[in-house]
């Protein structure tokens, strides 16, 4: 139903090991809940460490964000979470370092946490426990070739929920991906090592690559990774920089990836692949993507282009610029700094050396007028 700012809202929220959801709800006329929006989210892998009462709280302060133009204000709005203890967060003498942070976002807020069972938390259950969120089960694709000549790179996908470890990135895509693990200095010496594991091999690997050889693991040829039991296995792509910007360009460009934002397009490439610093990789893929520049509102405002004011008089309006780069003078200088009147457009040049700060400028300019 369309919001009604006459009546109040309420807001539904829940989370789970791996997801965020929430609803705005209002009751109609008849007096029926009635859903306004809905809003979910994957956890980042960092949010999914959080403890339970920090996993509840950021669902709530996600709802509050989500939903920040309708419950901004002086009314009271209620907010629902099957997490007994929200009820006296904010009054709390003990609040976490992460909660003390947020503490200042919901004092902007007028609204009454209130408790409800899991059991009757439905709709933000539902929603916080999607299962194309879940880390642990991703859409395995099965491509069908069409058998039309004309269209020979057509395929139809079937989504499945299968688990990672049996999904595998395409024929040519997968041997481009063992190829160049012999060019990587790092991951050709975790892949010696999970081959032949003996002290010769894991002593050729830095300390920081030997704490964390647990998380790797060959599936067949492919270098695989995963944090812990909670992080479905994801494969390793290594430094190569068309490998990284094709992968990309099939989770964003692609009629599929539909050139969402960084943040859903990092978390679509992240659930298969894993290199080090992607989130920066795909942040910038989408801020240069060419697509979203002409097609998307722009966020920041920008100036518009406006005309200089009409010179009235002589010497009121003076344009000013450098010329450098030319043959050397007698005394070495080898730059102009140029002088046109807007209004009688009379030109003054004096010579000035190649490195020139700006204040220097000035008294020149005040000889020459």
């Not at 007698?330 to 700006?358: N, S, Y």
Request: proline letters at 6%; a negative charge.
């Amino acid at each position: 139903m369309l919001p009604d700012d006459s009546k109040p809202f309420r807001v539904v929220c829940d989370a789970s090991d791996f997801a965020i959801g929430c609803a705005l709800m209002q009751f109609d006329d008849e007096g029926r809940e009635r859903v306004v929006s809905y809003q979910s989210r994957q956890m980042k892998p960092a949010e999914r460490n959080y403890p339970v009462h920090d996993k509840e709280l950021l669902a709530m302060r996600y709802a509050l964000i989500k939903f920040r133009v309708y419950l901004l204000g002086e009314q009271t709005f209620a907010v629902y979470t099957d997490h007994a203890s929200l009820r006296t967060a904010m009054k709390s003498p003990h609040l976490s370092q992460r909660m003390a942070r947020w503490l200042s976002f919901f004092a902007e807020y007028n609204f009454v946490v209130h408790y409800k069972p899991g059991k009757n938390n439905i709709l933000a259950d539902a929603l916080s426990r999607r299962p194309d969120y879940d880390p642990r089960t991703v859409l395995g694709r099965q491509v069908i070739d069409d058998e039309d000549e004309d269209d020979d790179h057509c395929a139809v996908c079937i989504a499945s929920g299968i688990n990672l470890t049996n999904v595998s990135p395409e024929m040519d895509l997968r041997d481009e991906i063992v190829a160049a693990y012999a060019d990587d200095a790092v991951y050709a010496g975790i892949v010696a090592y999970l081959r032949a594991p003996s002290d010769e091999t894991l002593g050729a690997l830095s300390r920081n690559t030997r704490n964390q050889i647990d998380r790797y693991h060959l599936d067949g040829d492919l270098l695989c990774y995963n944090i812990g039991k909670f992080d479905a296995p994801r494969v390793v792509v290594p430094n190569d920089d068309d490998l990284r910007a094709r992968i990309i360009h099939e989770f964003h460009d692609s009629p599929m990836g539909a050139h969402l934002g960084h943040e859903k397009t990092f978390a679509a490439v992240s659930r298969d692949f894993f290199w080090r610093h992607t989130y920066k990789w795909v942040r910038k893929w989408v801020r240069t993507c060419e697509t979203c520049q002409r097609v998307k509102p722009s966020k920041s405002s920008q100036a518009p282009l406006r005309p200089l004011p009409i010179a009235t008089e002589a010497g009121r309006s003076v344009s000013m610029d450098f010329i450098f780069g030319l043959p050397p003078d007698a005394e070495g200088r080898t730059g102009v700094l140029v002088f046109v009147d807007r209004f009688t457009k009379m030109v003054h040049l004096i010579p000035t050396l190649h490195r020139l700060h700006l204040p220097s400028s000035w008294p020149a300019r005040v000889d020459c007028l």
